[in-house]
């Protein structure tokens, strides 16, 4: 793989506040996933106080299982931004559109996109894990993060590689 490849999935095309809060929240704990293990305790903590520790491990379990299939199964490395970032990049746009697809029940639509993350076998696993993902998001309270609205949007975070 090229650098220019390596460095394509990261181009900005928008911003995390032109996202709804579905799309916004899958990008921003798959940020905080991808930041290590004081990040992780905070998306654990989340689903924890919005659906009770048992409900919340079952979540947890469903975006880590998620994850390790992008990571594992990847068509290549995906790209994101810090987890303050305002940019979208275009594997995190990806990733958002995917989970939000996957909700609305078009699982036809949603295995496609994921084929553009994984390998084409792993894409119905991914589905079925994303649906479950994004219907527990739709059950949350999401709002944008008070620190990435109301300000100028910076492009000049570098983005980093999932794994």
């Known amino acids: 793989?090229?650098?220019?490849?390596?460095?394509?999935?990261?181009?900005?095309?928008?911003?995390?506040?032109?996202?709804d809060g579905i799309e916004?929240?899958?990008?921003?704990?798959?940020?905080?996933?991808?930041?290590?293990p004081d990040a992780q305790a905070s998306v654990w903590n989340d689903f924890a106080s919005s659906f009770g520790?048992?409900?919340?491990?079952?979540?947890?379990?469903?975006?880590?299982?998620?994850?390790?299939?992008?990571s594992q199964y990847g068509r290549r490395p995906l790209m994101r931004h810090s987890v303050n970032c305002k940019c979208l990049g275009s594997d995190e746009?990806?990733?958002?559109?995917?989970?939000?697809?996957?909700?609305?029940?078009d699982r036809d639509d949603a295995m496609l996109i994921a084929t553009l993350l994984v390998r084409p076998d792993i894409a119905p696993l991914l589905t079925s894990l994303?649906?479950?993902?994004?219907?527990?998001?739709?059950?949350?309270n999401l709002r944008a993060p008070k620190h990435m609205v109301g300000e100028e949007p910076s492009l000049h975070s570098q983005p980093t590689i999932l794994h």
């Open 1 to 19: 793989m090229t650098s220019a490849q390596e460095k394509r999935g990261g181009a900005p095309v928008g911003f995390i506040t032109e996202l």
């Open 93 to 105: 746009s990806c990733f958002a559109n995917f989970i939000a697809t996957a909700v609305t029940g």
């Open 130 to 140: 994303a649906t479950d993902f994004g219907l527990a998001l739709k059950r949350m």
């Open 53 to 70: 520790a048992t409900q919340g491990r079952k979540v947890l379990k469903s975006f880590e299982h998620m994850c390790n299939l992008c």
């Open 24 to 36: 916004a929240a899958s990008v921003i704990y798959l940020r905080l996933w991808c930041d290590g």
